[in-house]
């Protein structure tokens, strides 16, 4: 089986239990086109070795992208991601002035952290291998990312459908001039990726957060 015929089954099971519920014509596969981000559903996290003791979290907060999905031909589909440099957060906020700064993203002058991704292999009926460039700082780099699918539906209340993935990668982040404290805190930085997609325009992405709610995003 492989990941079209998975998606298509995922819609088709989630159509059979909610009866009439979609207004889209999948014709038996999900439909080619754009897909946004949905921000209410879209974590990325950072980790990295600090002096041997514990691995510290970074987040970043503000994250768009869309997903270009080719239904006939999955390995022709493509995703381009953008971080805020200045939205990534460690929970210490003289820290996070810090990351934001000239010693380490100088989002000032760079603001975002991008991928873009070149090509997909499928490896399994809902996994396989992104790859892509990465820029920081101005500087681009290769940068692999192991993908799972997790499911495909259509959304409950928007009624379109959506795609949700899990991935992981790391890279070294002397590669993109991040060198500091380099004898204390580990090159390589490791990050994890629960992102949701939604069909159509970044306009269904705002939605999906105005109907989430203050006291349901992320949920």
């Known amino acids: ?74 390995e022709n589909s493509a995703i381009n991601v953008a971080i805020a440099a200045d939205s990534i957060r460690s929970n210490i906020d003289y820290f996070d002035r810090e990351l934001a700064s000239r010693k380490f993203f100088n989002a000032e002058r760079f603001p975002h952290i991008t991928f873009r991704s070149d090509s997909y292999e499928e490896l399994s009926e809902n996994t396989g291998v992104v790859r892509g460039q990465g820029t920081i700082r101005g500087i681009t780099r290769p940068i692999e990312l192991g993908v799972t699918l997790n499911n495909a539906i259509v959304h409950p209340l928007l009624d379109i459908p959506v795609i949700g993935f899990s991935a992981t990668g790391s890279l070294n982040r002397s590669d993109f001039g991040l060198d500091r404290f380099i004898t204390d805190v580990s090159d390589t930085v490791e990050f994890r990726i629960e992102i949701e997609f939604l069909h159509g325009s970044n306009d269904n992405s705002r939605a999906a957060v105005q109907l989430a709610g203050p006291a349901t995003t992320g949920t």
């Open 1 to 74: 089986m492989n990941i079209r015929i998975h998606l298509a089954i995922c819609v088709l099971l989630f159509l059979a239990a909610c009866g009439d519920r979609s207004t889209v014509d999948t014709g038996g596969i999900l439909p080619s086109g754009t897909y946004a981000i949905d921000p209410g559903h879209t974590y990325i996290t950072f980790y990295y070795l600090h002096q041997g003791l514990s691995f510290p979290l970074l987040r970043a907060t503000e994250i768009d992208g869309e997903l270009e999905y080719d239904a006939d031909d999955i």
